[in-house]
Nanobody, 123 residues
Framework: QVQLVESGGGLVQAGDSLRLSCAAS????????MAWFRQAPGKDREFVAA????????YYGDSVKGRFTTSRDNAQNVVYLQMNGLKPEDTAIYSC????????????????WGQGTQVTVSS
């Protein structure tokens, strides 16, 4: 069973930065696209970012484009989400997930999720 463990969340002020990490185990890491989603209270899960197998291609949701950057370390089986210029509307639980097939922005296309890490941005 694939395991995903996120870390790095916290309480920050608007304009601050955070870097989230997602450590993956029990999988051939280089065989999977990695993606980040977030879910705010009372809202649907939202696509944040994704990165391809080698880390050379990334995709972002419109609400984070230009502020967030995802990367991966295939030697350490870790994917990162660097979040700059945080806004109160970025407050959510951030989760990582994996997919063998090509990118999807739909959460229902992913089957394995980490437990998530809470990010809270105060104004």
């Amino acid at each position: 069973q694939v395991q995903l463990v996120e870390s790095g969340g916290g309480l920050v002020q608007a304009g601050d930065s955070l870097r989230l990490s997602c450590a993956a185990s029990r999988l051939t890491f280089t065989g999977y696209w990695m993606a980040w989603f977030r879910q705010a209270p009372g809202k649907d899960r939202e696509f944040v970012a994704a990165i391809d197998l080698g880390g050379g291609t990334t995709y972002y949701g419109d609400s984070v484009k230009g502020r967030f950057t995802t990367s991966r370390d295939n030697a350490q089986n870790v994917v990162y989400l660097q979040m700059n210029g945080l806004k109160p509307e970025d407050t959510a639980i951030y989760s990582c997930t994996v997919r063998r097939a090509i990118l999807s922005r739909r959460p229902e296309d992913y089957g394995v999720w980490g437990q998530g890490t809470q990010v809270t941005v105060s104004s």
